[in-house]
């Protein structure tokens, strides 16, 4: 596989892109995705949104990243983390209306995500920001330090917005974790999240816990399991999410 197959595949959802399919060819899972503690979000500190819950009852979530933010690989935005993310917010928090904005979209790279924030912050208002970042500069072998100046650029326009931010490192894929070397991507991401007080959901390290816990099989060729797999690590990864906003905002 080149490099150029290899950079269009991470901008896709880390290989978990399938062919489309009939929705009836994969259910949805209900199952609760058990998260590791040293994984899981218990102490997010999030004082812009506990704000806006206490005094106004109301929270707007901004999402943005590539691929599986946009929920490319799941085949249909009901099925991406966002939307399952606002579904279970509101069970959680059933007195705030509850809001999650997307702005992204395949192939993204982190500098047109910065390059359009400060106008997608004004236009929703949202007082927290998940931003998933780093998976087309590591399939393009783009420059770390590179990534980092995007990180710091867009660290300092959600403060300048006064919203909250979580950072998301890369996904996990066992048959990319064999032929890209994603650690330096993930350790600027953290670096530059710790330097600027950040939360840093490992993301990575989450997903690569499930497959080895046989949570989720990421190794799966058949496209129906394939999607199915797809479908429900949205559902994870929104239910871990929900789980700490939900506890930092009451």
């Not at 062919?19 to 040293?38: F, I, K």
Request: aromatic share 4%; hydrophobic share 45%; glycine share 6%.
């Amino acid at each position: 596989m080149n490099a150029s197959s290899i950079s269009l595949l991470i901008g896709l959802g880390l290989l978990l892109a399938v062919p489309p399919l009939d929705a009836r060819a994969a259910t949805d899972a209900t199952e609760s995705c058990p998260v590791p503690p040293e994984l899981a979000l218990p102490t997010l500190n999030l004082p812009v949104a506990k704000a806006a819950v206490a005094g106004q009852k109301r929270l707007v979530i901004l999402v943005v990243g590539g691929a599986a933010s946009a929920g490319t690989p799941a085949h249909g935005r009901g099925y991406n983390y966002p939307t399952r993310l606002e579904t279970l917010l509101r069970d959680k928090l059933p007195d705030v209306e509850i809001s999650v904005v997307m702005r992204a979209a395949a192939r993204r790279t982190a500098h047109v995500t910065v390059d359009r924030l400060a106008v997608d912050l004004e236009e929703c208002g949202a007082q927290l920001v998940i931003w998933g970042a780093g998976a087309m500069e590591a399939g393009q072998r783009t420059e770390v330090q590179l990534l980092a100046r995007e990180l710091d650029a867009g660290i300092e326009k959600v403060a300048a917005a006064h919203a909250d931010l979580v950072l998301m490192d890369l996904q996990y894929a066992p048959n990319i974790a064999r032929l890209v070397d994603l650690t330096p991507y993930r350790d600027i991401a953290k670096s530059t999240g710790a330097a600027h007080g950040v939360v840093v959901f490992d993301r990575y390290e989450l997903m690569r816990a499930w497959n080895e816990n046989g949570v989720l099989n990421l190794n799966a060729t058949d496209p129906k399991e394939r999607l199915t797999v797809t479908r429900r690590l949205s559902d994870c990864l929104a239910e871990t999410l929900a789980n700490g906003i939900a506890a930092a905002v009451r």
